[in-house]
């Protein structure tokens, strides 16, 4: 009974650990984006399956009995891949759903459909704002060319263009509220820019912000 646990989550790494000490095989699948990732209990395979129909044929020739998709909310593709192979081999899928994180009372958030949407959102704000960027190491670039001052924390260094006035902080959840307000303190942020990514592991930062700052 080998459970496929498609990962890159805490959740996945949770999810690994419980299931192996209710006595199933499981294998933990990573994309591979992070030299040094966390490593989940169990067997590992690391890199893309060669989309859906790459899924469908590990399915196949591993035996795998069901597949849980613990992938982050905004991986997409691999969850459609697994959607689609998962139908293809008719093996079970359970995938599991973070709820989105709300705004609270008092809170001023601009929601924005993508990062380059969300960078206009920033550009016409005085160049002495400072900006925590916490969106990943992909996409940076689209705050490049902008005067503001930048703070973007990441598991890695980005890859692309980055904006003159730009610190990169390499750290990775979760994240502590206390170590969250020290943070904001300390970098005097004004505007946070975050995927909604939703679950409790990297929460505290909406709550962190001192006074004046919004999303
Ligand atoms: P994506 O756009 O949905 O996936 C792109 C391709 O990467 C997939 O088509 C697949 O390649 C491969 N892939 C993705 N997740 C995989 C996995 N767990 N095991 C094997 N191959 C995988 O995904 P993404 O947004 O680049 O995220 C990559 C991984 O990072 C995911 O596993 C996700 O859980 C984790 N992650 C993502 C974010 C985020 O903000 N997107 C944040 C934290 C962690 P093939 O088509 O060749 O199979």
Redesign the pocket.
């Known amino acids: 009974m080998k459970v496929l646990i ?4 805490g959740e ?1 790494r949770l999810l690994a650990s419980e299931l192996m000490t209710g006595g199933l095989s499981v294998v ?7 030299s040094s990732p966390r490593l989940p209990v169990g067997d590992l ?8 129909a ?2 469908a044929e590990y399915l196949r020739t591993e035996g795998i009995f069901a597949v849980v998709d ?12 697994a959607a689609a192979a998962c139908r293809t081999t008719e093996t079970p899928l359970l995938v599991l759903h973070r709820p989105a994180w709300h705004p609270a009372p008092g809170d001023n958030w601009t929601l924005t459909p993508d990062i380059p949407a969300a960078a206009a959102q920033i550009a016409p704000l005085p160049p002495h704002t400072n900006v925590l960027v916490t ?2 190491r ?1 996409e940076t670039s689209a705050f490049a060319g902008l005067p503001q001052r930048f703070i973007m924390r990441a ?1 890695e260094r980005p890859d692309g263009e980055l904006p003159d006035h730009c610190e990169i902080l390499l750290d990775r959840g979760p994240f502590t509220l206390e170590g969250e307000r020290r943070l904001f303190a300390a970098k005097d942020v004004h505007k946070l820019v975050t ?1 909604n ?1 939703g679950g409790p592991m990297t929460a505290a930062k909406l709550t962190a912000p001192v006074s004046g700052a919004s999303k």
């Open positions: 498609l990962g890159g989550t996945g933990s699948s990573l994309a591979g984006r992070v395979r690391v890199g893309g399956f060669g989309g859906a790459g899924l613990a992938t982050h909310p905004f991986a997409e593709r691999i969850t459609a891949n969106t990943g992909q598991v995927k990514s």
